[in-house]
């Protein structure tokens, strides 16, 4: 097509000088307004739960007088660790807009694979002895290739994600169980329990290194580059990708470190309890814990909101809740039902203070 008296090409809107680079400004600023509408609604839904926290801690206190005590509080922070860091593992997923239910299996089936490896036969390992630091690389990395492995399927091949990761997740429950024949893996070398059995003082190691896996990642997402990405990708992939950013790469990335987080929280709770049994994470149905931790903690199911402040404060509330029904010699018939009312409780109270758009 020509411009009438003109032997000029009449260029098309892609062509338009400057009109690409106008373009990309656009979706930045775009992305810079989801990005400060997500901080502002995460900060409402924190300041909710508040109320909600300092109400449960009034009932412990009633319920115990052990509840203040400090030994109470490290038992708090020592089962709070590896429910928090599998939480932010699943909490950066949410927020790219995906979910991942397998990191309920990578928590048990990494430790086990890496336990298994590293304790002699007659603790029910494979015998090979491996040193307990190799022992948690592998860990790390059987974490990491699942995550691998999920993402390449969901982003690569298109498959649905809830599906993938279901499947997953069945998949690591039956493979944990089958290379010890549903035994406990036990007698840990300190080092591999470390992280989830030694305190300093009256604190536990695996509480000091969530604070600050939740710190790094909490900054990594306000201020670097590609923590800002994640919230885009979440919030609008679309306009993310005419911003210039890679989403796949984004998206494959984000599960990976899902997974690694995931078998780090599988380490600290093998530690806390000094063995690996056939049912840590699948067996336990603790994935369910970690969607509502994240949930209720502000990150929304449709991606592109939450914080690591937010993530943390629904965890500690659930683990206050289960503290207190634990101090309250409730019977194990009646806490799953607590535990569920609670959460629907908290999610009523988040969707009528955060709105639609800021849940599922």
Do not use: C
């Not at 032997?7 to 000088?17: G, S, V």
């Not at 106008?22 to 997500?38: D, K, N, W, Y």
């Not at 990191?103 to 336990?115: C, E």
Request: glycine share 14%; no cysteine; aromatic share 6%.
């Amino acid at each position: 097509m020509t411009q009438v008296g003109s032997d000029k090409p009449m260029t098309t809107l892609a062509q338009e000088p400057g009109l690409e680079s106008s373009g990309r400004v656009a979706a930045e600023v775009a992305l810079q307004q989801i990005s400060r509408q997500a901080r502002a609604m995460s900060l409402l839904r924190e300041a909710a739960l508040l109320p909600a926290l300092v109400l449960l801690i009034i009932v412990g206190a009633i319920v115990s007088p052990v509840f203040f005590s400090v030994s109470n509080f490290s038992g708090i922070g020592l089962q709070a660790s590896a429910l928090g860091v599998t939480t932010a593992g699943e909490a950066l997923i949410l927020m790219i807009g995906g979910m991942d239910l397998s990191l309920g299996g990578t928590y048990g089936f990494a430790p086990m694979l890496a336990a298994w490896l590293i304790v002699p036969a007659s603790a029910y390992g494979a015998g090979y002895e491996l040193n307990p630091f190799l022992g948690i690389l592998i860990l790390l990395l059987t974490g990491a290739a699942v995550g691998l492995l999920n993402s390449a399927l969901i982003v690569k091949a298109r498959l649905n994600g809830f599906i993938i990761t279901l499947g997953m997740l069945i998949l690591l429950g039956g493979l944990q169980n089958g290379i010890v024949k549903a035994e406990t893996v036990y007698a840990l070398p300190s080092a591999f329990a470390y992280l989830g059995f030694v305190e300093w003082g009256e604190v536990p190691v695996s509480l000091v290194a969530t604070v600050l896996i939740f710190i790094g990642i909490g900054l990594f997402l306000r201020y670097h580059r590609v923590g800002r990405a994640i919230y885009a990708v979440g919030g609008n992939a679309e306009a993310a990708r005419a911003a210039g950013i890679n989403v796949d790469r984004i998206k494959m990335g984000v599960y990976v470190a899902g997974g690694m987080l995931a078998a780090l929280g599988g380490l600290m709770e093998a530690g806390r309890v000094e063995s690996v049994n056939n049912a840590q994470g699948y067996g336990e149905g603790i994935i369910f814990t970690v969607f509502a931790s994240a949930v209720i903690g502000g990150v929304s199911l449709l991606g592109g909101k939450g914080n690591m402040v937010g993530v943390a404060t629904g965890v500690v509330l659930l683990s206050v809740v289960q503290n207190i029904l634990d101090l309250a010699n409730v019977s194990n018939y009646w806490v799953e039902a607590t535990d569920g009312l609670v959460i629907l409780i908290a999610l009523v109270v988040a969707r009528i203070i955060g709105g639609h758009q800021s849940q599922t």
